[in-house]
């Protein structure tokens, strides 16, 4: 078969993950801000790490592999909203169990 026809459905760079799994989000890695310029205690903290699910792997056209993830990503106290994007992933580290 060639490989410009696949059978309908088959995308070898998408991959569903069933039953999701739980993984590890590296903010800093998400959201490379460089270095501090000033102290701002209300805002979004992009520095720690934070638990997620992972839903989808997907090939991108430089050979990267990046997930579709879900995660909350809040200022400290005041509690969360909940993300979905794509996350290189390198930015991801399953959890254990």
């Not at 997930?67 to 909940?82: D, H, I, N, R, Y």
């Amino acid at each position: 078969m060639s490989d410009s026809v696949r059978p309908a459905g088959e995308t070898p760079y998408v991959h569903a993950v069933e039953p999701p799994k739980p993984v590890w989000v590296d903010l800093r890695a998400v959201f490379p801000v460089g270095a501090p310029r000033g102290a701002v205690p209300e805002g979004l903290d992009l520095t720690g790490t934070v638990p997620g699910t992972l839903s989808t792997w997907a090939a991108t056209v430089t050979g990267h592999w990046v997930g579709w993830v879900t995660f909350p990503l809040g200022t400290p106290g005041e509690g969360a909203t909940w993300h979905h994007q794509w996350v290189l992933s390198d930015a991801l580290n399953p959890q254990s169990d």
